[in-house]
């Protein structure tokens, strides 16, 4: 049979298709693989029976794909709206999780250093579109890597994949371990404090909002540990301890002015000054042991303290306090949480919000 296509400007008929169909079936069925691979190795696929295409199993190393090639490749996730699979409906964000790459941050005295960054980044997706293109954050945020970061910077990345992407609320999220050296109580020691910080950038209906988090470790004296073993040695003459704890403030702060890591870190000492140390020698131990017994502290007291410290700085707007007293008296945690502001009011928690509140290195 033989089929002729004069008008090549027009859609063939079904039974053109079909006519030609069994042309190839006919021509494939009766020719080798290797002739079939010259033509098209897609032809193998229309015979019944016929094996699986004769395809190279040599690594290309010289193919470079051109304009035309990379135009042809298929994009599922720019694909039209028939195919969503599940419900059309809006994702607030999607993107990628601890992406890492070394970052260049500004510190107080002016000094870059290079720090390795975990970056989250997403994006809504509209009800109508199938997704995103995951490696175009990637691209976006490496475009800018190099520069020292800052929040400009950050807002720079996110714009630019907000363009990329076409959406239409964003965020970027940097989270890293940022060092302070750190003098000793009494003998002048320094060591290197490092302190997990999260800067995060989130933009939600044209409104944007920079955000830091702060989790800062601190030992909680129980006041009322202080006062019953200070009882048992004036009333019976018996040695006794206060029982106190490794504990953990995570603060989230919005920004409303220019404010160093430092600086939230110096707010957070001011408010609670028992925090743990690097570099003990004999007499810091014991300067130590009498920071805390001049500071006792409930975990209540240690939220309000540090609102009290947030309240009094006109860099903070709206900000969260979660804390967590790791008890050595009682098998369970003492915790707390306090916010001010709509930012980070919220009806539920995550579940597991307390056990992220670990100091573990």
Not at 343 to 358: G, K, N, Q, Y
Request: aromatic share 8%.
């Amino acid at each position: 049979m033989n089929v002729h296509t004069p008008e090549i400007d027009r859609l063939p008929t079904r039974e053109e298709a079909e006519a030609a169909l069994a042309v190839l079936r006919q021509w494939a069925g009766r020719t080798s693989d290797e002739e079939i691979a010259r033509l098209d190795s897609a032809v193998g696929w229309l015979v019944p029976g016929q094996g699986y295409p004769v395809l190279s199993r040599s690594y290309p190393e010289t193919f470079r794909p051109d304009a035309g090639y990379r135009a042809s490749l298929p994009d599922l996730q720019n694909g039209p709206e028939s195919l969503i699979r599940g419900a059309k409906a809006r994702i607030q964000h999607v993107g990628i999780s601890n992406f890492r790459l070394p970052v260049r941050f500004a510190t107080r005295d002016g000094a870059p250093i290079m720090l390795e960054t975990s970056v989250t980044g997403t994006v809504s997706l509209e009800a109508e579109k199938k997704g995103i293109n995951m490696s175009r954050i990637m691209r976006s945020f490496y475009a800018h890597a190099e520069k020292e970061f800052s929040f400009g910077v950050i807002e720079a990345a996110l714009d630019d994949y907000k363009t990329d992407l076409g959406a239409f609320d964003a965020r970027i999220q940097m989270r890293l371990s940022f060092p302070m050296r750190m003098v000793s109580l009494r003998s002048d020691l320094t060591g290197w404090q490092y302190y997990d910080i999260a800067l995060e950038l989130v933009e939600t209906a044209g409104v944007r909002k920079r955000i830091v988090h702060l989790d800062y470790v601190y030992s909680s004296t129980c006041p009322c540990s202080l006062e019953l073993s200070e009882h048992a040695r004036a009333t019976r003459g018996q040695l006794a301890t206060p029982h106190s704890q490794r504990s953990v403030a995570r603060l989230s702060v919005e920004l409303t002015g220019e404010m160093a890591i430092e600086d939230l870190v110096d707010l957070a000492r001011g408010a609670v000054v028992t925090e743990t140390q690097v570099m003990v020698k004999r007499e810091d131990e014991q300067a130590f042991a009498e920071l805390n017994a001049a500071n006792p502290i409930f975990v209540e007291d240690a939220a309000r303290l540090f609102c009290d410290a947030l309240r009094a700085d006109p860099r903070v707007g709206d900000f969260r306090v979660v804390a967590s007293h790791q008890e050595s008296l009682h098998s369970h945690d003492a915790i707390s949480l306090l916010t001010e502001g709509e930012t980070f009011a919220a009806e539920s928690l995550d579940p597991h919000l307390f056990r992220t509140l670990i100091h573990a290195r």
